[in-house]
């Protein structure tokens, strides 16, 4: 009897995880319901000179490649950032309005455990937030027991893109 | 017989099995022992991040290089699919992959073409972007390559795709499809091979592995867990026949 309940559970903790993994959002519907369906043309941010190393005292690491691509409209900007939780990376959209998170959504989580991090419970705490002076967010985040390093991940993401958006100085973008 | 001697007798007796069994059993305690604070301190030393590179182990465990790879010239140098890793010449590139479609040099990129995916890196291998769906990379693409005036086009199944020189905009593409030269995988270059064969070996046995394997005596195979099993036991008989004599030393 208490060995079929451990099989059992057992195996509902292992489909469980298995069905938290995975594509919640294509990245081209997260763009369509960001720009009501008129997604603009890419752009691209080199991450050179000071804006280089500002984003790797940012993230602790390297970003993985030498451009981002995001998209602009008016004083909003769209980006897909991608940052490793504990080992495999979690694609995120955030969307920045005037310097603040609009938005923000877990795109595609592909690790074990941490896939807390997707609900709207925890991903609504990054409205309005903005950079501080030292690239912190100026609004607290709290954590998810067991999802830390998944929390610590969509944090620097958040970070990252308010970076970003300060760097391409949003006025210029044609509305 | 006297009662003493006897005593003496079995004492001794008891003796010499004690020294033989700690004779057998120093060069299990000797590995348990170093494997087991090297396994201790596993993050510290970095055990997980160090990877094994000795033929010899490689070998034992059976790890072979790939059998499958394909390899397309990029002006003197190479991209090549070794198993599920992508190199460009011996330097390993960023994450696994199932299939090399092709590659080629396109102004100052290395145009890279796996899965439904373009990367874009430099000449000195740094990932410039990855470029997916989302990007306008044409769906179920076939193969790469630079029509005739220079500019890279992608055979994307039902229709010819263009990239702009940024990247950031995809067109149909038209015009004399004969005059494209498509890029196809060329033979890999002994040399090259052999380089590949041994970074790729030497990139997938961790040194804990080992260590756990000797530790449990798994690296023998099931019967080197029963041989440790042994040892075990034979520990336990050593701790036992002291613990004995001490008591009749006593006496």
């Known amino acids: 009897m208490w060995i079929r309940l451990l099989l059992f559970t057992a195996a509902l903790a292992v489909s469980f995880a298995s069905l938290a993994r995975g594509t919640y959002q294509q990245p081209e519907d997260f763009l369509q319901d960001t720009f009501a369906g008129k997604v603009p043309q890419p752009q691209v941010v080199w991450l050179r000179g000071e804006l280089k190393t500002e984003v790797e005292k940012l993230l602790g690491h390297r970003y993985p490649s030498l451009r981002v691509r995001y998209w602009a409209q008016g004083n909003r900007s769209a980006w897909i950032l991608e940052e490793v939780g504990k080992d495999l990376p979690i694609t995120t959209g955030i969307v920045v309005d005037n310097g603040r998170i609009e938005r923000i959504k877990v795109l595609t989580f592909r690790e074990s455990r941490g896939w807390e991090i997707r609900y709207p419970f925890f991903t609504d705490q990054f409205k309005d937030a903005a950079l501080s002076g030292d690239y912190q967010l100026d609004h607290r985040i709290d954590n998810i027991s067991g999802a830390t390093l998944s929390v610590r991940a969509l944090i620097k993401q958040a970070r990252l893109a308010l970076l970003l958006h300060q760097h391409i100085g949003n006025n210029s973008v044609p509305p | 017989m006297s009662r003493h001697r006897k005593h003496r007798l079995k004492l001794r007796s008891l003796y010499v099995w004690h020294r033989y069994i700690g004779l057998v059993a120093a060069l ?48 003197t140098r190479r991209i090549t699919l070794f198993g599920h890793h992508l190199y460009l010449d011996t330097l390993e590139l960023p994450g696994t992959h199932q299939q090399l479609i092709g590659a080629t040099k396109f102004t100052d990129y290395i145009v890279v073409a796996v899965d439904n995916s373009i990367f874009l890196f430099t000449p000195q291998g740094e990932l410039v972007e990855h470029l997916d769906g989302v990007d306008g990379v044409p769906s179920g693409m076939r193969s790469l390559g630079i029509d005739g005036f220079g500019s890279l086009v992608v055979d994307g199944g039902h229709a010819i795709y263009q990239p702009a020189t940024d990247f950031l905009k995809w067109t149909h593409w038209e015009g004399d499809a004969k005059a494209i030269e498509w890029k196809q995988p060329a033979p890999l270059p002994g040399p090259l091979y052999r380089a590949l064969v041994e970074h790729y070996r030497g990139e997938v046995l961790p040194v804990e592995r080992v260590l756990l394997d000797l530790h449990s005596g798994r690296i023998f195979g099931r019967y080197g867990v029963w041989v440790m099993d042994a040892a075990a036991v034979l520990l336990i008989l050593l701790s036992v026949t002291g613990i004995w004599m001490w008591l009749r030393r006593g006496r």
């Open chain 2, 28 to 75: 299990f305690i000797a590995v348990l022992s170093i494997t087991g604070v090297l396994l201790n301190h596993t993050e510290r030393l970095g055990l997980d991040q160090h990877h094994v590179q000795t033929d010899l182990v490689l070998d034992w465990y059976g790890i072979h290089a790939p059998q499958t790879m394909t390899s397309f010239k990029v002006g």
